[in-house]
């Protein structure tokens, strides 16, 4: 089995910043994909920025300029430092990996979700 754990959310002004991190653990080959989604109240679940294993990124665009994706392939974990945060931020993020198991086939792992409100 495969656990995702986020952490880092919390309050901040506009115009502050954050960095959430996300540690993979559990039977893992390798980690394709991985990425960092939210849900603002009354919206569905959108993309944030996703960064391959080589190190491609996208965002949306919404947050190109102010955030940065990152991740460390041999410690399973990726970040998001979140910089010029503005209210419409505000939402639960999510962490998203297509992971590689030892056994059994290849699929997206989510983790619990760590809530980020910004305020104006």
């Known amino acids: 089995q495969v656990q995702l754990v986020e952490s880092g959310g919390g309050l901040v002004q506009a115009g502050g910043s954050l960095r959430l991190s996300c540690a993979a653990s559990?039977?893992?080959?390798?980690?394709?994909?991985m990425g960092w989604y939210r849900q603002a109240p009354r919206k569905q679940r959108e993309l944030v920025a996703t960064?391959?294993?080589?190190?491609?990124?996208t965002y949306a665009d919404s947050v190109k300029g102010r955030f940065t994706i990152s991740r460390d392939n041999a410690m399973n974990t990726v970040r998001l430092q979140m910089n010029s945060l503005k209210p419409e931020d505000t939402g639960v993020y999510y962490c998203n990996a297509l992971v590689v198991p030892y056994l059994g086939p290849t699929r997206d792992y989510w983790g619990q979700g760590t809530q980020v409100t910004v305020s104006s």
């Open positions: 559990g039977s893992i080959l390798r980690i394709n994909n």
């Open positions: 960064i391959t294993s080589g190190g491609s990124t």
